[in-house]
């Protein structure tokens, strides 16, 4: 039994959660999709490579379980566009562009903005369950007044 539990939990998504026997599952790094285009240009090796390894630093910094990511480059006269949409497994949908006259600066552009997309999200999260600890409404104490 204890085993089909551990199964479950790691199917769900669950690294590191406890089993009824007491075990602990290994951290596991979850990987997500990558689909990484260009409008009318190419996009190199390098530059795939490049978006998944900063993407990826970007999500394991915020402990987030990102599932796919959608990049597309394109090029606007003489400079270069970039759009990242990146979705969660909470449901959040992170949308950046970026702006710039190469392509890799674009994307750090897009990149900055879903950083600080990210990181804004993780303090309004932490800021909530710290104001709800403090002010003692979470345990439901309504019949104590």
């Known amino acids: ?11 769900y998504g669950f690294p590191g959660a406890a089993c009824s026997d007491g075990s602990v599952f290994a951290q596991k790094e979850v990987t997500m999709r990558y689909q990484i285009s260009g409008k009318q240009m190419d996009v190199g090796e390098a530059l795939q490579s490049h ?57 750090e552009d897009a990149r900055e903005k879903i950083d600080k997309q990210v990181r804004r999200y993780k303090r309004r999260l932490r800021d909530h369950h710290d104001r709800r600890g403090a002010d003692g409404s979470a345990g439901g104490a309504a019949g104590d007044r």
Do not use: W
């Open 1 to 11: 039994m204890a085993g089909r539990d551990a199964r479950s939990l790691e199917f």
């Open 51 to 107: 978006v998944k390894a900063e993407l990826g630093e970007t999500f394991q910094k915020y402990a987030q379980r990102p599932t796919d990511a959608h990049v597309v480059f394109s090029r606007d006269a003489s400079a270069f566009l970039c759009e990242a949409i990146v979705h969660l497994s909470t449901g959040l949908n992170v949308a950046a562009r970026g702006h710039a006259h190469e392509v890799y600066a674009a994307f």
